[in-house]
C-alpha cells in the first residue's frame, strides 16, 4: 500500500509556463519534505514542511503544506529547462531518515 | 568536500551470482542509510546505521541481503544470491548526528539477468 500519492505522475511543458505538482495522503505527515532528482543522482532535499498551512518560497518554487497536513503541493512559476526533473516528496518516520517516498512527477520543461 | 560516493555505479550480474556494492558517506556522518528503487516502484527504505550499529533493518527485504558498516565509516551492501526482482536502482545515503539534511550518493545500478 502506497502513503503517498503524487499527481500528476508525467507532466511536459513548455519554458515560462507555470505548474503545480501534488503530494497526498491519507494519513497525517509529522513533517513533509520535498526533493529533486536528476538523471543520473540521487535526490536532493528542496524543502521541509512542517506546520499545517506553511508555504515556503525557493526562487521560483512554492510549497504548501495543507492545514490539516495530509496534502502538500509544489507550484512552479515560469518554468525553466533547468527544472527538469524527477519530484519526490517524502514523509520522515520520526526524528531519523527512515523516508517514506511517494511515486513522484516527472517533469519535462521544454524550450 | 567529497558528497556522499557509491560504487559501482553500474552493475550487471547473472541470477544467482553475488554483488557487493559500496556506499562512502560524506565524512563525519554518522548516520547511513540504504534504500532502493525498483522498477515502477517509489524509492524504499533499506536500512539505517548509526556508526557500525545497525539502528533499523525493517526495510531488508529477506536474508539475501546483508549489510555492514565495519569500523563506522563506509557500508557495503550484499546480495547472494541475486534474483531478477533484486534488479534496481541503490541509494546510500548520510547525514550528521542532529542534522537537518540528508544527501544522498548518486546510486547504483543493478541489473539481474
Known amino acids: 500500500t502506497q502513503l503517498l500519492e503524487q499527481s500528476p505522475q508525467f507532466l511536459s511543458i513548455q519554458e515560462g509556463e507555470n505548474l503545480t505538482v501534488y503530494c497526498n495522503s491519507s494519513?497525517?505527515?509529522?513533517?513533509l519534505q520535498w526533493y529533486r532528482q536528476e538523471p543520473g543522482e540521487g535526490p536532493v532535499l528542496l524543502v521541509t514542511?512542517?506546520?499545517?498551512?506553511e508555504v515556503k518560497k525557493l526562487k521560483r518554487l512554492t510549497f504548501q503544506f495543507g492545514d490539516a497536513r495530509k496534502d502538500s503541493s509544489l507550484h512552479i512559476t515560469a518554468a525553466q529547462p533547468g527544472d527538469t526533473g524527477l519530484y519526490l516528496c517524502?514523509?520522515?518516520?520520526?526524528?531519523?531518515?527512515?523516508?517514506?517516498f511517494g511515486k513522484g512527477t516527472l517533469l519535462t520543461v521544454n524550450p | 568536500e567529497a558528497g556522499v560516493t557509491q560504487f559501482p555505479s553500474h552493475s550487471v550480474i547473472e541470477k544467482g551470482q553475488t554483488v557487493t556494492l559500496r556506499c562512502d558517506p560524506i565524512?563525519?556522518?554518522?548516520?547511513l542509510y540504504w534504500y532502493r528503487r525498483v522498477m515502477g516502484k517509489e524509492i524504499k527504505f533499506l536500512l539505517h546505521?548509526?556508526?557500525?550499529?545497525?539502528?533499523?533493518e525493517s526495510g531488508m527485504p529477506n536474508n539475501r541481503f546483508l549489510a555492514e558498516r565495519t569500523g563506522g565509516t563506509y557500508s557495503t551492501l550484499k546480495v547472494q544470491p541475486a534474483e531478477l526482482e533484486d534488479s534496481g536502482v541503490y541509494f546510500c545515503?548520510?547525514?550528521?548526528?542532529?542534522?537537518?539534511?540528508?544527501?544522498f550518493g548518486e546510486g547504483s545500478w543493478l541489473t539481474v539477468v
Open positions: 545515503a548520510s547525514n550528521p548526528s542532529g542534522g537537518n539534511t540528508i544527501y
Open positions: 565524512s563525519g556522518h554518522d548516520n
Open positions: 494519513s497525517v505527515f509529522s513533517s
Open positions: 514542511v512542517v506546520t499545517g498551512g
Open positions: 546505521f548509526v556508526k557500525e550499529s545497525k539502528q533499523d
Open positions: 517524502a514523509m520522515r518516520g520520526g526524528s531519523n531518515y527512515k523516508l517514506t
